[in-house]
């Protein structure tokens, strides 16, 4: 397969964070009364305040969950969780990929839990859920594995008479994937994931569950300022309004609410989990049609339809070794750069080596069938380059 591919993605943007703007983004669209204001100032805090409504709206979020935003992206909100109300009770951590290995290492190595039980699962599967006990531990996982392209299923697992927290890291599920909130004390996720928005924010949602907590228990260790979010017992509300607890990106937030309004406006979460379907579908059904390549994600159930995981599954190229899939991958990713047909789609650098394709609602369907042959001319090449090479 020499020849070039006719279609080109009208919008080449396929990384799995920061992802796509939405279709039709500008930076002209965006308000910009509140910038050069303080964030404190009746103007900022309103536009903080929609950004919380609009996300309580959209996401479908119940009404006495508190919704805040925090800094730092989605690490913050979950350092946040993990160091002010973990340690109440003992604690299952899931682990199947990168940033779910992440928690692990502050909990275990950094908190030094003892009573930290780790269920963890290799790259492309999930550990066995009805391990974990929710009804007397707390729990720690990502809803989709960012890195591995593998989710869980439902919320089916978790009991719903638990008395521990379930402390869900959905950044890149939220707004693709349907959140059972009844099962989920605690949801964190990043602006920059499904709805394209920019990165340094993040957003902590709490249950009562989850409050009540920070309203009885208090960590044996210090708490940096950055991370408290009670005073004298008490929640601090404003933090849940729109006072937030440090400076926040005023041009970002309005970025935020921008992607919110869109949409909104195409129908809501359930056209937003819809479209991450239909894009995924054109991935997963190109793979399923393509020798050369392979679904990370072995069960297809447990498959993301955010951050597809694919690794090469060509003979020829495997039989040669690891290092030799990994040049391939690299060539792959590389040659579509240069093409500008394709950016930022190799693995996440602690995954196995292979692409990895973002598939969320800010991308076209179009610009996914469109890259397909450009993944089989780039291989090709690849391919031919290592045959020359022999």
Same mark, same amino acid.
């Given at each position: 397969?020499?020849?070039?591919?006719?279609?080109?993605?009208?919008?080449?943007?396929?990384? !799995?964070?920061?992802?796509?703007?939405?279709?039709?983004?500008?930076?002209?669209?965006?308000?910009?009364? !509140?910038?050069?204001?303080?964030?404190?100032?009746?103007?900022?805090?309103?536009?903080?305040?929609?950004?919380? =409504?609009?996300?309580? #709206?959209?996401?479908?979020?119940?009404?006495?969950?508190?919704?805040?935003?925090?800094?730092?992206?989605?690490?913050?909100?979950? &350092?946040?969780?993990?160091?002010?109300?973990?340690?109440?009770?003992?604690?299952?951590?899931?682990?199947?990929? !990168?940033?779910?290995?992440?928690?692990?290492?502050?909990?275990?190595?950094?908190?030094?839990?003892?009573?930290?039980?780790?269920?963890?699962?290799?790259?492309? &599967?999930?550990?066995?859920?009805?391990?974990?006990?929710?009804?007397?531990? =707390?729990?720690?996982?990502?809803?989709?594995?960012?890195?591995?392209?593998?989710?869980?299923?439902?919320?089916?697992?978790?009991?719903?008479?638990?008395?521990?927290?379930?402390?869900?890291?959905?950044? !890149?599920?939220?707004?693709?994937?349907?959140? /059972?909130?009844?099962?989920?004390?605690?949801?964190?996720?990043?602006?920059?994931?499904?709805?394209?928005?920019?990165?340094?924010?993040?957003?902590?949602?709490?249950?009562?569950?989850?409050?009540?907590?920070?309203?009885?228990?208090?960590?044996?260790?210090?708490?940096?300022?950055?991370?408290?979010?009670?005073?004298?017992?008490?929640?601090?509300?404003?933090?849940?309004?729109?006072?937030?607890?440090?400076?926040?990106?005023?041009?970002?937030? &309005?970025?935020?609410?921008?992607?919110?309004?869109?949409?909104?406006?195409?129908?809501?979460?359930?056209?937003?989990?819809?479209?991450?379907?239909?894009? +995924?579908?054109?991935?997963? /059904?190109?793979?399923?049609?393509?020798?050369?390549?392979?679904?990370?994600?072995?069960?297809?159930?447990?498959?993301?339809?955010?951050?597809?995981?694919?690794?090469?599954?060509?003979?020829?190229?495997?039989?040669?070794?690891? #290092?030799?899939?990994?040049?391939? +991958?690299?060539?792959?990713?590389?040659?579509? /750069?240069?093409?500008?047909?394709?950016?930022?789609?190799?693995?996440?650098?602690? +995954?196995?080596?292979?692409?990895?394709?973002?598939?969320?609602?800010?991308?076209?369907?179009? =610009?996914? &069938?469109?890259?397909?042959?450009?993944?089989?001319?780039?291989?090709?090449?690849?391919?031919?380059?290592?045959?020359?090479?022999?």
């Amino acid at each position: 397969m020499t020849d070039l591919p006719n279609a080109r993605p009208r919008a080449p943007f396929f990384s !799995s964070g920061p992802c796509a703007k939405r279709p039709g983004w500008s930076l002209q669209n965006l308000r910009t009364e !509140s910038l050069g204001r303080s964030h404190r100032a009746k103007l900022g805090k309103a536009r903080l305040k929609l950004a919380i =409504d609009l996300t309580r #709206e959209v996401l479908e979020v119940p009404a006495d969950y508190r919704i805040g935003i925090v800094p730092a992206s989605d690490t913050g909100a979950v &350092e946040m969780v993990l160091w002010s109300m973990l340690g109440a009770r003992p604690v299952d951590m899931l682990a199947w990929e !990168s940033f779910g290995e992440g928690w692990v290492t502050d909990v275990v190595k950094q908190l030094k839990l003892a009573d930290a039980r780790v269920i963890n699962a290799p790259y492309g &599967e999930l550990p066995d859920l009805y391990q974990v006990d929710t009804k007397n531990r =707390d729990v720690v996982f990502t809803w989709n594995g960012t890195t591995s392209g593998v989710r869980v299923p439902n919320a089916d697992w978790i009991a719903a008479d638990r008395e521990g927290l379930t402390i869900c890291d959905a950044t !890149s599920a939220a707004f693709a994937q349907k959140l /059972d909130f009844a099962k989920l004390d605690v949801v964190t996720f990043s602006w920059q994931k499904v709805l394209g928005g920019e990165a340094a924010h993040g957003m902590l949602i709490l249950s009562p569950r989850a409050v009540a907590r920070l309203e009885t228990y208090k960590p044996a260790w210090p708490l940096p300022k950055i991370f408290r979010m009670t005073k004298g017992g008490k929640l601090i509300e404003g933090i849940f309004e729109g006072e937030t607890i440090n400076t926040p990106s005023m041009l970002a937030v &309005e970025d935020y609410i921008d992607a919110l309004e869109w949409a909104k406006s195409i129908g809501g979460l359930e056209k937003l989990m819809a479209k991450a379907d239909a894009n +995924a579908k054109v991935i997963h /059904d190109w793979v399923a049609r393509t020798p050369w390549i392979a679904n990370l994600a072995k069960v297809p159930a447990t498959a993301s339809n955010t951050s597809v995981c694919l690794v090469i599954a060509d003979p020829d190229v495997v039989g040669q070794g690891p #290092e030799v899939v990994a040049q391939v +991958a690299k060539g792959i990713t590389s040659r579509l /750069d240069k093409e500008g047909v394709a950016f930022d789609i190799g693995a996440y650098r602690d +995954a196995p080596a292979g692409l990895r394709i973002w598939c969320g609602a800010t991308v076209e369907q179009s =610009d996914l &069938e469109a890259l397909t042959p450009w993944l089989d001319w780039a291989f090709a090449q690849e391919k031919a380059k290592l045959a020359k090479a022999a």
